[in-house]
């Protein structure tokens, strides 16, 4: 599966300092579990079976309530057992499109 999340306090005393803080702190759990990612200016996307891929959003979350008392979580799920390699490989398909357009 994958998923797209996105984490990030709700309250802080320093919002903007705080908030990029807290958010690198959620991306941090995620680069370091070892599954396949990425982070864009919107989400972090994770690709993985459902009990670690939802493991590694739970750390996140947990990372950003460490700096502030409320946390907003926003999931997005691709669900479908037994496939993987589609982080890069749905980008790759909608590339080769482009490239027939282009033709």
């Known amino acids: 599966m994958i998923i797209a999340f996105s984490v990030a306090p709700t309250e802080v005393p320093n919002a903007y300092a705080e908030m990029s803080e807290a958010v690198a702190a959620a991306v941090k759990v995620v680069r370091e579990s070892g599954l396949p990612n990425e982070t ?3 989400f972090t996307l994770i690709e993985g079976e459902w009990d670690e ?12 309530l460490a700096v502030s008392p409320r946390v907003g979580l926003v999931l997005k799920a691709d669900i479908r ?4 390699g589609q982080l890069r490989g749905k980008v790759e398909s909608v590339e080769r499109h482009l490239i027939d357009f282009e033709k």
């Open 40 to 42: 864009n200016a919107m």
């Open 81 to 84: 057992p037994g496939v993987s």
């Open 53 to 64: 891929v939802m493991a590694v959003v739970k750390a996140a979350t947990e990372a950003v």
